[in-house]
T-cell receptor, first 109, second 115 residues
Framework: RKEVEQDPGPFNVPEGATVAFNCTYS??????FFWYRQDCRKEPKLLMS???SGNEDGRFTAQLNRASQYISLLIRDSKLSDSATYLC??????????FGKGTTLSVSS | GAGVSQSPRYKVAKRGQDVALRCDPI?????LFWYQQALGQGPEFLTY????????KSGLPSDRFFAERPEGSVSTLKIQRTQQEDSAVYLC?????????????FGSGTQLSVL
């Protein structure tokens, strides 16, 4: 079982839609959580950190559920420019970042 | 420099050839990471340096893979006797302190194709 699992998608949604991605992690000792965004043939870039209390950045909301060991990302009012692969990232103490396989989002007009 | 720089951008190697991939992290960044990303997959951890010390190399897939960062800045990932399964994008990333709770800055990667 992979340490970080994501539904690979693709998620195909129209502009303006709300879409949610989930990610599960296997190690309960995981300490820090992030969502990264990766455009086609580009490097990953940090989208947002994920906190236990939940956090919001404009149209993006991230949630962490430690009891169930999952992380979510909600995108409201999807834009064409949101089309990308979204990578769930987990850090355990003293280790490097562990990436999920990514969830592909395609927003169409 | 302004960002993490990797070279070459593309590398084509014949099976059995040795290759060396270079990473220039952001100046002053303590931590440096190497990841391997196959097509359609997320980045897979290879190895991690804090300054010149290689703290974790558990992700290196075989003893054909070797990484170094002798002066705590530039790093080189070397792959000996390349195999077709080594074909992937090799990503380098750096972070300011490497506490594990901070942003990673990635380079554009080196796309390695082994024929």
């Amino acid at each position: 079982r992979k340490e970080v699992e994501q539904d690979p998608g693709p998620f195909n949604v129209p502009e303006g839609a709300t879409v949610a991605f989930n990610c599960t992690y296997s190690n309960s000792a995981s300490q820090s959580f992030f969502w990264y965004r990766q455009d086609c043939r580009k490097e990953p870039k940090l989208l947002m950190s994920v906190y236990s209390s939940g956090n919001e950045d404009g149209r993006f909301t991230a949630q962490l559920n430690r009891a169930s060991q999952y992380i979510s990302l909600l995108i409201r009012d999807s834009k064409l420019s949101d089309s990308a692969t979204y990578l769930c990232v987990v850090i355990q103490a003293g280790t490097a970042l562990i990436f999920g396989k990514g969830t592909t989002l395609s927003v169409s007009s | 420099g302004a960002g993490v720089s990797q070279s070459p951008r593309y590398k084509v190697a014949k099976r059995g050839q040795d290759v060396a991939l270079r990473c220039d992290p952001i100046s002053g960044h303590v931590s440096l990471f190497w990841y391997q990303q196959a097509l359609g997959q997320g980045p897979e951890f290879l190895t991690y340096f804090q300054n010149e010390a290689q703290l974790d190399k558990s992700g290196l897939p075989s003893d054909r893979f070797f990484a170094e960062r002798p002066e705590g800045s530039v790093s080189t990932l070397k792959i000996q006797r390349t195999q077709q399964e080594d074909s992937a994008v090799y990503l380098c990333a750096s972070s300011l302190e490497g506490t594990g709770d901070e942003k990673l800055f990635f380079g554009s990667g080196t796309q390695l194709s082994v024929l």
